[in-house]
């Protein structure tokens, strides 16, 4: 007798490790798992909130101190240089406020703020949404453009301008220029044609 019940608790015993083994995995491994989340922000509304910001204004004053000091000096050479810097800016600004241009070296002004973001929307990413070229049909894609255009904390209500850039599609980068207007004022300043 006890070496039947020592055989049939043998049995039950090898039935619930089975059961742990494939029953219960089984059960886990087909529960879904949590759709990933990519946070997503229009670069355009961010590079503007960014030129509303201290950040910009201590940018241009940078600017503005060099070509002072080389006006100061007589130094044409630098204020050339200076010129030319401020006008492949103005360009790149345009490409980013008004394309799809990379706002890269803007964002990491405020990279420190975004795990709390992410935490906050439970996103495992944010990016650009021009950045993001595919992404498969169960990513959950949340748009984040007003919390990221925050961390730069504009100066000026930005909200009416976003509302009517997001209306509008980027112009392809491609078809932005260095505009006339530019070179122009290079050339009559510096004596050039």
């Known amino acids: 007798m006890k070496r039947r019940n020592h055989q049939v608790l043998q049995i039950i015993t090898a039935i619930f490790v089975s059961w742990l083994l494939f029953g219960a995995s089984t059960g886990f491994a087909q529960q879904k798992s949590a759709a990933m989340k990519i946070g997503t922000y229009d670069s355009r509304i961010v590079t503007f909130a960014w030129s509303r910001s201290d950040f910009f204004g201590q940018r241009l004053a940078k600017i503005r101190q060099q070509s002072d000091s080389a006006e100061k000096a007589h130094d044409t050479v630098k204020l050339k240089e200076v010129s030319v810097g401020a006008i492949s800016y103005q360009h790149l600004l345009h490409q980013m406020v008004f394309s799809s241009g990379s706002a890269a070296f803007i964002m990491a002004l405020v990279k420190d703020k975004l795990p709390g973001l992410a935490k906050s929307a439970g996103v495992s990413i944010i990016l650009s949404k021009w950045e993001l070229t595919w992404s498969d049909p169960g990513v959950e894609i949340v748009d984040l453009t007003s919390q990221v255009a925050a961390l730069f904390n504009p100066k000026d209500n930005i909200d009416k301008m976003a509302g ?18 530019m070179i122009d004022g290079y050339c009559k300043r510096f004596g050039k044609k």
Do not use: A, F, S, V
Request: net charge negative; glycine share 0%; no cysteine.
């Open 164 to 181: 009517e850039m997001t209306k509008q599609d980027p112009i392809p980068i491609d078809h932005l220029d260095i505009e006339n207007d």
